[in-house]
């Protein structure tokens, strides 16, 4: 079987800083996703619901490369003990920036398809949210 890998790219018209800024920074992390306690960097984080405040997901941040690539694993409670990892790569365009998600490692098999549903879902509402953000700057 095939490892469940979801792949989402989008345009925004924000630099690579900007859009780094959305990935990493508390505040605007809270704006179009999960907000974390501190700003995400290379070690452990915690990212909790705007609203409710409870602890949504968690995992460590492998990789930090500023304006470039963040990559860290990704474990939420519908999980269980499974962990997965997401990566980011901003890439430089004219006008903005093109901003490409890969997440891997997602559970396999039928009884974990409508995870993989949700989460791909999820991560359309997320991006549309960074979007409509992004370009209200």
Known sequence: MTQNILHKSIYLKAT????????????KLGIWFHKPNATLVEGEYEMFGVESGNKLMWGEVL???PYSRLEYTFTIAPMGDRT???KWSLKEVSGGTN??????????????????????????DHLARMRESAHAN
């Open 99 to 124: 901003l490409s998600l890969r997440h891997e490692g997602l559970p396999q098999g039928a009884e974990a398809f409508d995870l993989m549903l949700a989460l791909d879902k999820g991560w359309d």
């Open 63 to 65: 990789v930090a490369e």
């Open 16 to 27: 690579p800083a900007q859009v780094w800024a959305y990935l990493t920074e508390p505040e």
């Open 84 to 86: 997965s990892t997401v």
